[in-house]
DNA sequence: ACGAATCGTTGAAAAAGTCAATTATTTGTG
DNA sequence: CACAAATAATTGACTTTTTCAACGATTCGT
């Protein structure tokens, strides 16, 4: 036996054997911070981020969400809402129709083209989510969506 | 069997069923906002948030991290790594010490003080993750700490 | 020894987030 | 029904965070 205790990693492991590295939280703020970059990287060549490319995705699979939905939804003021749709609605991808049942609020439609744009978009997102998850098995990868979303939607 | 092939929910599940939802970024993304909302609130009554309890952790945790290790590890710009450690370092609970191996560079530690603090905001921490992960066993705590590793640390 | 690279710092500019007020509409209650 | 309270979207002001280029000090490679 080492007459040592405890051995202080050296390099690059310095900081990954510390206890921060441990802690929930800053491993899903890293893995959010590292797979949101390569997100907009990807979707930059659509003109997309990773916000504008959730609102479209909603839009495009007919879910008819109203902005108020969005905003809780993507954890968004409801005002960061109003500018992304603005943004869509101006490119056309997408349409506010006021909600029949309920006039006060909007409800988010896809164009033809938002929909012909996002089924791009979404290979290219497909392709980076491949890409991040080499190292690990697709057993993994669902087990892993399903125990974020225990997360995600606590209740 | 039902004559519709398939058949859209209703209300809150609406939004939950739809192909977004099954996107690994967007859940990281959803339960990294949840988390870190959580962790702030908990953190305010220390005066910290969870970027300087990170900075904090390291010091506290005498892995004598350089700012541009700082800045790699928790995805910072270095310029916010100065603004960090120089609040911390105004509340003495931080010291920049010159790297005698290398005198560009700082080395974080922490004093008695902001050891003192941080294992007080370790409790509230640790209180908050047991929260949120109420709904997952310990088995799966560890489990889901792994995967996150897998994307946090890709080489 | 000397040019290129690196570390921390500064400051400016862009983007994102927070919040209160406003209008239009709906909901609940008498 | 009438009317007060609540809710949806929007706007504008304000703060915080992010991003970037430039700079002095120091180190590295040759």
Redesign the pocket.
């Known amino acids: 036996m080492s007459p040592i205790g405890k051995t202080r990693p050296t390099g690059r492991d310095r900081l990954r054997d510390s206890v921060l590295a441990g802690d929930l939280s800053f491993l899903l703020a890293r893995a959010n911070a590292l797979t949101l970059?390569a997100a907009n990287a990807a979707l930059a060549e659509h003109g997309l981020?990773a916000?504008s490319y959730s609102v479209l995705a909603l839009a495009a699979d007919d879910v008819r969400p109203?902005?108020?939905?969005l905003?809780e939804f993507l954890r968004?003021?409801?005002?960061?809402?109003?500018a992304l749709?603005?943004g869509l609605e101006k490119r056309q991808l997408v349409e506010?129709q006021t909600?029949p049942a309920?006039?006060?609020?909007?409800?988010l439609v896809a164009t033809d083209a938002g929909r012909a744009l996002f089924a791009q978009a979404q290979e290219s997102a497909r392709a980076v989510e491949l890409g991040l998850l080499a190292a690990v098995t697709p057993q993994d990868h669902e087990r892993l969506a399903q125990l974020l979303r225990l997360l995600a939607f606590p209740d």
Chains 1, 2 share one sequence.
Request: glycine residues 0%; positive net charge.
């Open positions: 970059a981020k916000r109203t902005q108020r939905e905003a968004l003021d409801p005002s960061q809402v109003v749709v603005d506010r909600d309920d006039r006060r609020a909007n409800v």
